[in-house]
C-alpha cells in the first residue's frame, strides 16, 4: 500500500501549484482523503480533506478560498490544487488516507501516509 505524492516546487508569491497523490497497492476509493503539511520547525498540521465521493470537504482556515481538494476515484488520485500562494505555505506536503469514508481534520485519524512533497514559495 502506497500514497505517491508529487507536483511540490518552487513557486512566486501569488502563484499556484497542484499537488497530486496516486494510491496503489489496493482500491482507495471508499477512503476519505486528506492533505497535511509540514513546516520547518513546526508540526504537523490538517490542510483539507475530502470524503469518499467528494460530497464533503473541509479546509483549514489558512488556505480557505485559495486551496482546493478534489479526487478522481477511477484514477485512484487526489489532488490539492494550491492558488495565491504564500511564504507561509512554504512546507512539505503530505497526503494520507483513512479507511473510513468520512473526512475528518485530525491527524490520527489517518491511516496511510505518502512520502510527503516540498512546496516552497519564494516571496
Known amino acids: 500500500v502506497q500514497l505517491q505524492a508529487s507536483g511540490g516546487g518552487l513557486v512566486q508569491a501569488g502563484g499556484s501549484l497542484r499537488l497530486s497523490c496516486a494510491a496503489s497497492?489496493?482500491?482507495?476509493?471508499?477512503?476519505?482523503k486528506g492533505w497535511f503539511r509540514q513546516a520547518p520547525g513546526k508540526e504537523r498540521e490538517f490542510v483539507a480533506a475530502?470524503?469518499?465521493?467528494?460530497?464533503?470537504?473541509h479546509y483549514a482556515d489558512s488556505v480557505k478560498g485559495r486551496f482546493t481538494i478534489s479526487r478522481d476515484n477511477a484514477k485512484n488520485t487526489v489532488y490539492l490544487q494550491m492558488s495565491s500562494l504564500k511564504s507561509e505555505d512554504t512546507a512539505v506536503y503530505y497526503c494520507?488516507?483513512?479507511?473510513?469514508?468520512?473526512?475528518?481534520?485530525?491527524?490520527?485519524?489517518?491511516?496511510?501516509w505518502g512520502q510527503g512533497t516540498l512546496v516552497t514559495v519564494s516571496s
Open positions: 494520507a488516507a483513512r479507511s473510513v469514508s468520512m473526512a475528518t481534520m485530525t491527524l490520527r485519524d489517518y491511516d496511510y
Open positions: 497497492g489496493r482500491t482507495f476509493s471508499f477512503y476519505a
Open positions: 475530502i470524503s469518499w465521493n467528494g460530497g464533503t470537504t
